[in-house]
């Protein structure tokens, strides 16, 4: 590699660095438990509302940010817990520039890869019904939610979309682009929009 292929190459590198002292300190301002060797690089967002509960294993991954992930683009990665929400993260993982939103549970086991633009969600985020989404108060009272699990190894493929009250089976993938509406069994691959049984692992 040349010297000026090198010494371009360094103000990116300072840059993403920089990012994990900075998210690693934001995380512990905002009571976040991350453990040994994890990684937390890029733009991360992170909210965490009174009486939630983050907490995330040892030896993750999580990017966001022009830095750090070209099939992410420059989109933040997103944790949040609203209050009384509980969001795990086990040992492992590798996020990027996903959005991962808790108002009940959400629970991601060990060695989960999810890929850019997922985003996973336990909740509607707004009440279905039109009158309650006039006023924010109301809008808030009446969203439905349910918990999400990920079991251990399963791989989420790009731009997936993971719905409230689902749980993914170990070590099951799910491809590019789908919706996951209902729980997929272990070691399956599903796909599509709604997500639908492609074959077994």
């Not at 103000?11 to 009571?31: A, D, I, Q």
């Not at 086991?109 to 006039?134: F, K």
């Not at 109301?138 to 997936?160: N, Q």
């Amino acid at each position: 590699m040349s010297f000026l292929k090198i010494l371009a190459r360094q103000p990116r590198k300072f840059g993403t660095r920089l990012t994990r002292l900075r998210n690693k300190l934001g995380f512990r301002m905002n009571g976040v438990g991350y453990g040994k060797k994890c990684c937390l690089e890029g733009r991360i967002w992170l909210s965490v509302e009174d009486g939630a509960k983050v907490s995330i294993g040892n030896g993750c991954h999580i990017t966001g940010g022009r830095f750090v992930n070209r099939i992410g683009r420059n989109l933040a990665s997103s944790l949040s817990a609203a209050k009384g929400a509980t969001l795990t993260i086990g040992d492992g993982c590798g996020i990027s520039s996903t959005c991962i939103w808790a108002r009940k549970s959400i629970v991601i086991g060990n060695n989960v890869n999810i890929g850019a633009d997922c985003t996973i969600l336990d909740h509607d985020a707004h009440s279905l019904y039109a009158l309650h989404r006039h006023s924010y108060s109301a809008d808030v009272a009446h969203i439905s939610a349910a918990p999400v699990v990920i079991g251990d190894d399963v791989l989420l493929g790009t731009k997936t979309i993971v719905l409230k009250g689902v749980t993914i089976g170990a070590r099951s993938v799910v491809g590019a682009g789908s919706v996951v509406t209902c729980d997929i069994p272990a070691d399956e691959i599903w796909a599509g929009n709604p997500a639908k049984f492609i074959r077994k692992i």
